[in-house]
């Protein structure tokens, strides 16, 4: 089964774009050695960088932990100053389901952390599959309204809302609103820092 497009917009898209080459220029990587670390294929890769596809929310985390920097980092505009404002209007959709559902990312640190802030919602009967994550990562969620059906490793929790729930998410996992109500929740995903080499399993430091 095909991963969902992540529906992000041009602006968005460009600045992906720009990161993704500024980010292997940097890293001093062929367009093969980076789709042997992060398991995107070449192509893939061709069509991101040259700005002519829209990547799910799946092939971008494949893409960040290869290089070893959050998500966040492939979609943030400008260098992270001390303080880091990101109003409303700024924050990056990855992720659209059915009609109202939609997954944004509020606001990520710099590459010496890897920790993201996200806001999800989901209309009744929509669902989002989770792939696993760098090893280590964990997340946090807060339901606001609804009732969240949390499946990790094949197994479903109930998180009504008011409830927070803390999870490994370096395994396979998803979220999805199985009541009659809107379901919002955020969301705090937290990753160790360090470069994932996809091929052998290994996270190297990024000064090696």
Excluded: C
Excluded at 118 to 124: A, K, Q, T
Excluded at 189 to 196: D, E, I, K, N
């Amino acid at each position: 089964m095909s991963e969902p497009e992540s529906d992000v917009s041009s602006t968005a898209l460009s600045t992906i774009a720009r990161n993704v080459r500024a980010l292997r220029n940097e890293h001093e990587w062929s367009l093969d050695e980076l789709a042997g670390r992060s398991n995107v294929s070449k192509g893939m890769l061709v069509q991101i960088e040259q700005n002519r596809t829209n990547p799910s929310i799946g092939i971008l985390s494949r893409i960040a932990e290869a290089f070893g920097v959050s998500l966040a980092t492939l979609v943030e505009l400008d260098q992270s100053p001390t303080v880091r404002l990101v109003s409303a209007d700024q924050a990056v959709e990855l992720w659209h389901g059915q009609e109202g559902s939609v997954g944004r990312l509020l606001i990520g640190s710099d590459r010496r952390e890897h920790i993201e802030l996200w806001e999800w919602r989901m209309v009744p009967g929509d669902a989002y599959p989770s792939q696993d994550h760098l090893p280590g990562t964990r997340e946090m969620l807060h339901v606001h309204e609804g009732t969240l059906t949390l499946t990790v490793a094949g197994t479903d929790h109930t998180v009504p809302a008011g409830s927070a729930v803390l999870f490994d998410a370096d395994r396979p996992h998803g979220y999805a609103n199985h009541g009659r109500k809107l379901l919002r929740f955020t969301m705090v995903a937290s990753a160790p820092s360090g470069q994932y080499d996809r091929r052998d399993g290994a996270v190297h430091g990024l000064s090696d």
